[in-house]
């Protein structure tokens, strides 16, 4: 067998294609761009490349890129000012503050004065609750891009054992939830779970985001299995996923490449969750995206 791959540069570029439609009629309606500011402090190269490329994404859907570098050295009330000055900013309808921050700023004091209702990143401990509790908030992107190419995959989660590495804030928690919340059987591993293989090997649904190169093994994998690999691990050989993937490829029935799988989906997302953000502030139906 040889698994299908699932290309998740083609399906960002759909869902990329249905944003820039929906704002379109957005705009035509609102009279005005649906907005994202993005705020980077500091120089850390592949942050800046992340701003950019979100910047392009933004742009390119026919919305309002407003990009804030700020220097390495600034304080956290300049940083805090400069969010409460977002929120403020009705142009402005999705807020972003690259991670991570400079050890010297407070990250969660950040995240937690950013407006939740323009959280596009879903990292606000409102918008976690609400994703814990079913109620509408912003799922961070990389777990909801994950979601979207599992559905592609699957229209129908509800009872498959669904196996997720990871437990971070940003993807393995969030990603549980989606899978939950889909009516998948959940299962969280991580750093201290005793046998991973054990309960990898039962997933039907198996989402990788451990920040280990190659971590999960061909033989760890159920026949069949669709996996997702999160992971971005720049090695000697290049980008290379948390899978095995050339092992991976002979047992399960659909998997993410590294690169070009989750990776361009978060991108997609978050122009996604801007949209979505610009309707509810403007109180006008979003398209389903
Ligand atoms: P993290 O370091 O915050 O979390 C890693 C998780 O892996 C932890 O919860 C830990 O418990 C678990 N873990 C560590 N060692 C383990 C082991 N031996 N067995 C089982 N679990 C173990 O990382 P993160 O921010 O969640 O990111 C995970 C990966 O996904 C990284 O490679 C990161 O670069 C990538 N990532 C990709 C995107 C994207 O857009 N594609 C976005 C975010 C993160």
């Not at 309002?64 to 009705?90: G, Y």
């Not at 407070?106 to 937690?112: I, S």
């Not at 985001?209 to 760890?220: L, N, S, Y």
Request: charge should be negative; hydrophobic fraction near 50%; aromatic fraction near 4%.
């Amino acid at each position: 067998m040889t698994a299908a791959i699932i290309d998740g540069k083609a399906h960002a570029a759909a869902l990329r294609g249905r944003v820039a439609d929906a704002v379109a009629a957005f705009r035509e309606r609102a009279g005005r761009a649906p907005g994202l500011a993005v705020v980077l402090v500091g120089e850390d190269p592949a942050s800046a490349v992340y701003v950019r490329n979100k910047g392009k994404a933004t742009r390119e859907a026919g919305m309002a890129s407003f990009e804030h570098r700020l220097p390495a050295d600034t304080d956290a009330a300049t940083l805090l000012a400069l969010v409460a000055q977002l929120n403020a900013d009705p142009a402005v309808d999705g807020i972003l503050v690259q991670l991570p921050l400079p050890a010297h700023i407070d990250a969660e004091a950040v995240l937690l004065a950013i407006d939740p209702d323009k959280d596009v990143d879903g990292f606000h401990p409102v918008n976690a609750g609400r994703l814990a509790i079913g109620a509408e908030g912003f799922v961070p992107c990389t777990p909801l891009g994950c979601l979207m190419l599992l559905k592609d995959v699957h229209p129908q989660l509800a009872g498959l054992e669904a196996v997720v590495i990871g437990r971070s804030n940003i993807v393995g928690k969030p990603m549980a939830q989606l899978l939950l919340q889909q009516s998948c059987t959940v299962t969280i591993v991580h750093s201290r779970t005793r046998d991973v293989a054990a309960h990898t090997r039962r997933a039907d649904i198996l989402v990788a985001a451990v920040g280990i190169p190659r971590f999960v093994q061909g033989d760890w994998i159920k026949p069949g299995a669709t996996v997702i690999d999160v992971g971005i691990n720049r090695t000697d050989a290049g980008l290379v996923g948390d899978v095995d993937f050339a092992a991976a490829q002979g047992l399960a029935g659909a998997i993410t490449p590294v690169p070009g799988g989750v990776g361009p989906m978060t991108i997609a997302c978050l122009i996604r969750n801007t949209y979505v953000s610009a309707c509810r502030r403007e109180a006008l139906d979003a398209v389903a995206l």
